[in-house]
């Protein structure tokens, strides 16, 4: 050690023999062993395969092989609804992980979209590493990311178009799971090349889960299911984007629970009942004009008042569905006519009806379907008494927020991107309430012939 004196301070200070850390890069073989450890099905494969020819020959070896991979090829094309539920994510997430994700190809990716940097040490390409990777459909891929230092959500956010044009996908979703963990859905192709048939009417009420009404197919090759019970829905879409489809389809699903007494549906259409005229056979109670639509939103509230009353004196939390307390469904087609567009005093009272049931109808079986074109809160006051929100094709970007909640369209809800042509009705965003990832779906479209086969076989009796 040598101590100085700085001649211009004339005060003593050290010159120690500073240590840096070296910046040559572990070796090449351990970097191997790594990444190893963390692929281990990369050497066991060949290894079990090395061992079995060893052990008992080359040829019943390959012929093993042979007849495994020729019986996997032949259980997908036989019967390929429990081969995509099962095998079939499996093996296509393998495949796509070493033919589009694989280490360079995905460095250089994220290092030409800005997401990865150069050690200024070794000179080294630091990218975030891919955790995982999950193919639950054919065009849907689910990548999970471990974040590098000094990266965020925002981070991400601002280059999924960038991501989207790299990786030649259709778009790119990303959320955050935990701390240094991001989900990015990748969507390679449009996943609705087809239109879904109307769900087959059960044949017993008893088959009917009301918290999961089959309603569509989602985008990873799943039932799209629809809650009615202990939630209420909001259905935003433009002319054309296919809001019937989810009137009639989630009425379908439920048609014997209709006819038995377990579900009472009532109708506000005040469109002069063009949509749904063909339904009233199935309906408790049906509104086709203000005056008509104001009686029946204050008989839904007087019976939901009613079944509070009995909750109380009966110190129950909750009601069951029953023949005695059917769930009490009021669907109103375009929301705005009855919250914006009419008179002033009437729409002041509709609003406090409307406000009424929603904050305290879902203990007590009463749920509102709204459905409307415009959703901003000019139009749609009670916009957030809506649990449940679906965005089918809207015109403007702004309005995917309004309904499915800030971010939504920067986390991949591209709902304004929706082509308005008949080939695109039904398809649309829902909010999946575990990952907050939004997932695309398309509902089931329902002929008219549909709707009248369901009026005809699941009207109830006695209906006013």
Not at 233 to 262: C, F, M, Q
Not at 276 to 301: I, K, Q
Not at 307 to 315: A, E, F, P, S
Request: net charge positive; charged share 25%; hydrophobic share 45%.
């Amino acid at each position: 050690m040598f101590v100085e004196t700085d001649h211009r301070t004339h005060r003593p200070h050290r010159r120690d023999h500073i240590r840096r850390r070296t910046t040559r890069p572990a070796g090449g073989e351990f970097r191997a062993l790594g990444w190893l450890a963390r692929h281990p099905l990369f050497l066991l494969v060949p290894a079990a395969v090395l061992a079995a020819a060893v052990l008992v020959g080359w040829v019943p070896t390959l012929v093993t092989v042979a007849v495994l991979v020729g019986s996997v090829a032949v259980w997908g094309r036989l019967h390929p609804a429990s081969f995509d539920q099962t095998a079939g994510p499996r093996l296509r997430a393998c495949w796509r992980r070493w033919t589009r994700y694989r280490g360079r190809r995905w460095s250089g990716v994220l290092s030409d979209c800005g997401l990865a940097r150069e050690n200024h040490h070794t000179g080294r390409l630091v990218a975030p590493r891919l955790v995982r990777v999950r193919s639950s459909s054919r065009s849907i891929d689910t990548l999970y990311v471990r974040l590098a230092r000094g990266q965020d959500l925002r981070t991400w956010e601002q280059r999924t178009e960038a991501l989207a044009d790299a990786l030649l996908a259709h778009r790119v979703a990303v959320t955050r799971l935990r701390p240094g963990l991001l989900a990015l859905v990748v969507e390679h192709t449009m996943p609705f090349t087809h239109t879904i048939p109307a769900p087959p009417i059960p044949t017993d009420s008893a088959e009917i889960d009301l918290r999961a009404l089959d309603v569509g197919d989602n985008e990873h090759g799943r039932p799209f299911h629809l809650s009615v019970l202990g939630t209420h829905v909001l259905v935003a879409g433009a002319t054309g984007a296919g809001k019937g489809s989810l009137l009639w389809a989630p009425l379908r699903a439920l048609g014997p629970a209709i006819r038995d007494g377990l579900v009472r549906v009532r109708v506000i259409d005040l469109k002069g009942g063009a949509e749904t005229s063909r339904g009233v056979p199935l309906f408790h109670r049906y509104a086709t004009t203000m005056d008509d639509a104001l009686a029946l939103l204050t008989e839904a509230r007087d019976d939901m008042r009613a079944r509070q009353n009995h909750m109380r004196d009966n110190g129950l939390r909750r009601l069951d569905v029953s023949t005695k307390h059917p769930l009490d469904l009021v669907v109103v087609d375009e929301l705005a006519m009855l919250t914006a567009y009419g008179e002033r005093a009437q729409v002041r009272d509709a609003l406090r009806l409307l406000a009424e049931i929603l904050t305290q109808g879902r203990a007590c079986l009463s749920t509102v379907i709204g459905y409307v074109q415009e959703p901003s809160k000019d139009v749609v006051d009670v916009r957030e008494l809506f649990p449940t929100r679906i965005c089918l094709g809207v015109t403007a970007a702004s309005h995917v927020d309004m309904v499915l909640g800030d971010g939504a369209r920067e986390r991949g809800a591209l709902a304004d991107e929706i082509p308005g042509d008949p080939e695109h009705a039904g398809i649309g965003f829902v909010i999946d309430t575990r990952s907050r990832l939004p997932v695309r779906f398309r509902a089931a479209h329902v002929l008219d012939s549909e709707i009248d086969e369901l009026a005809d076989t699941c009207a109830p009796a006695g209906v006013a």
